[in-house]
């Protein structure tokens, strides 16, 4: 008589980031230079404060009732979940830019919403348009926007430079 192969399922304890929800947000924004793009994207990480992490790019929702805190020092080596925006260029003296936005729903039991925008130009005019993008998008899901958070950055370029900008979520 054949034995059929046992199908046990075991269930283990939840472990990790997939079986929480983040509640905390913050942003953050760093430029430099470097010898490859890579290397200059990897210096603009560190100057935003992430740079020794491991970072994990998500889609652009901010969970229901997160809650904006100052930039925290992360722990080396952890998995970040961010939205982010990052341009690195080659041309010499070409400015370029990164801006994230954070809109916040008025009802706190809806979800928020995150854009991302990066190219060549001033910090200021990319940032007025992710802002811009963060109300289209609030206004596609009919949400009313309590308020909207955003930050960018800009660079001028030397040789290879970067600009980032993210929205960390946290626990």
């Not at 430099?32 to 603009?44: C, K, M, Q, V």
């Not at 722990?75 to 990164?98: M, Q, R």
């Given at each position: 008589?054949k034995?059929?192969?046992?199908?046990?399922i075991?269930?283990?304890?939840?472990?990790?980031?997939?079986?929480t929800?983040?509640?905390?947000f913050?942003?953050?924004?760093?430029h430099?230079?470097?010898?490859?793009?890579?290397?200059?994207?990897?210096?603009?990480?560190i100057?935003?404060?992430v740079?020794?992490t491991n970072?994990?790019?998500?889609?652009?929702?901010l969970?229901?009732n997160?809650?904006?805190?100052?930039?925290i020092?992360l722990?080396?080596?952890?998995?970040?979940?961010?939205?982010?925006?990052?341009?690195?260029?080659?041309?010499?003296?070409?400015?370029?830019?990164?801006g994230?936005?954070?809109?916040?729903?008025?009802?706190?039991n809806?979800n928020?919403l995150?854009?991302?925008?990066?190219a060549a130009g001033?910090?200021?005019e990319i940032?007025?348009i992710?802002r811009?993008?963060a109300e289209?998008g609030m206004?596609?899901?009919g949400?009313?926007i309590k308020?909207?958070y955003s930050i960018?950055t800009?660079?001028?370029?030397?040789?290879?430079?970067?600009?980032?900008?993210?929205v960390?979520?946290?626990w």
């Open positions: 008589m034995r059929k192969p046992s199908k046990k075991i269930n283990l304890p939840p472990q990790g980031i997939t079986t929800i983040p509640d905390k913050f942003l953050v924004a760093g430099s230079e470097g010898i490859t793009p890579l290397n200059a994207f990897d210096s603009a990480l100057d935003a404060g740079g020794n970072l994990m790019k998500m889609s652009s929702i969970p229901p997160s809650k904006k805190i100052q930039p020092k722990p080396l080596g952890a998995l970040v979940p961010l939205a982010y925006a990052s341009k690195v260029s080659s041309v010499v003296d070409e400015v370029i830019s990164a994230v936005a954070c809109a916040v729903p008025m009802d706190k809806k928020g995150i854009m991302e925008y990066s001033h910090k200021e940032e007025k992710v811009h993008m289209e206004k596609n899901r949400y009313q308020t909207i960018a800009q660079h001028t370029v030397k040789k290879i430079g970067a600009a980032f900008a993210a960390v979520l946290w």
